[in-house]
């Protein structure tokens, strides 16, 4: 099974000038390993927002990639945003569930991706159409290709192995987080 | 009311219109009807249809990110779906600009509208949110005018609640 550290390390490898948001538990931790870039803004709470805070920033910034790295829990508590990126679909959108079936931060509980539910076949049914199941090296290369190259709302939910790793935790002050994020983008 | 003073939602716009607001998100509702039209049919407002209010709070939070400003449209009954999303705002101290239609205050007919109707002020200020009234409606565009330049120059959360005597009372 895919390793979700090497998965988020290989899709921010060649991000561009894309700018990031991080879901809270686990993917903020994988974003920060994969190299604390002021172009980040790391969630450490607000569960089920970070889709529609990705979808908030691809409108207001229609010239930039916005990609959003979150976790299955995460995006479960969040599945209406699903149906409303699907309204407006920004073709500078993408958002990558990293999917391990468990919830990591209370104590590896299963989730509901582990017990069923399938949230690609969602994002597809609530009309993003270049909705993908990444569960492969070779799914995976074709992904960070697809979010390079392809312009149009893109959702992929990429099976990891539930393994823990390390916890590296980065900025969390939410001021500070939002403050050199705007700067990086040349804003007041 | 005199004729003029019914176009309220129309100055709530050009208030928002004036204050630069670029994406506005909302849940239907009857009250902000007028003003969910006029949003939906200017072409240089991202007008977002929400499924849950909590929504709204964090797409008002990444359109700030982004250097743009956002309002949210909602119903009083939608003020008790934002909450825990309100820490987002408060942690980072993002602007946040909410006009609310108020139910279950005012010749209302459904009850199930009365516990978040009289709770919501006292909800959002417990939850790090200014609010405003605007029941009046010669006054009501000064107040959301006041609310926006509150929310975005001082980086606040600033709700402006709307009468319910103010909107009138749904026909059943």
């Known amino acids: ?188 | 009311m005199s004729e003029a003073a019914g176009d309220w939602p129309d100055r709530i716009f050009a208030a928002l219109k004036r204050g630069q607001v670029a994406t506005v998100g909302y849940v239907p509702d009857a009250g902000h009807a007028r003003l969910i039209s006029l949003c939906r049919t200017d072409d240089a407002i991202q007008d977002v249809i929400l499924t849950t209010e909590e929504e709204g709070v964090a797409l008002a939070a990444g359109a700030w990110l982004g250097g743009a400003r956002a309002a949210l449209l909602m119903q009083s009954s939608g003020v008790g779906n934002c909450i825990n999303m309100l820490t987002l705002t408060r942690n980072c101290r993002f602007p946040l600009l909410m006009l609310v239609t108020m139910r279950g205050e005012w010749e209302e007919f459904n009850p199930w509208q009365v516990p978040m109707g009289t709770t919501a002020e006292a909800v959002l200020k417990l939850a790090g949110v200014a609010v405003h009234r605007a029941d009046d409606a010669e006054t009501a565009a000064d107040t959301v005018a006041a609310a926006l330049d509150h929310a975005f120059n001082a980086e606040s959360a600033v709700a402006v609640l709307i009468g319910q005597r103010l909107i009138g009372a749904k026909r059943w």
Request: with cysteine; glycine share 12%.
């Open chain 1, 1 to 188: 099974m895919l390793d979700r550290r090497k998965t988020v390390k290989r899709l921010l490898a060649d991000r561009g000038d894309a700018l990031i948001i991080a879901g809270l538990g686990s993917p903020t931790y994988d974003v920060a390993a994969a190299g604390d870039d002021e172009r980040n803004f790391y969630l450490w709470g607000a569960m089920g927002g970070a889709a529609m805070m990705g979808l908030g920033l691809a409108l207001a910034r229609p010239e930039r990639r916005v990609l959003v790295v979150t976790g299955d829990g995460e995006m479960l508590m969040g599945l209406g945003a699903l149906a409303t990126i699907a309204v407006k679909r920004p073709p500078n959108l993408a958002v990558v569930v990293i999917d391990n079936g468990a919830f990591g931060e209370t104590g590896m509980q299963p989730s509901h991706t582990a017990q069923g539910a399938n949230l690609a076949a969602i994002a597809r049914g609530c009309g993003i159409a270049a909705s993908f199941e990444v569960e492969d090296e070779a799914a995976l290369g074709q992904l960070a290709v697809t979010l390079r190259e392809r312009r149009e709302t893109i959702f992929a939910n990429v099976r990891v192995a539930a393994t823990d790793h390390p916890r590296v935790l980065p900025l969390k002050d939410g001021v500070a987080l939002k403050q050199r994020f705007r700067r990086a983008l040349g804003i007041a």
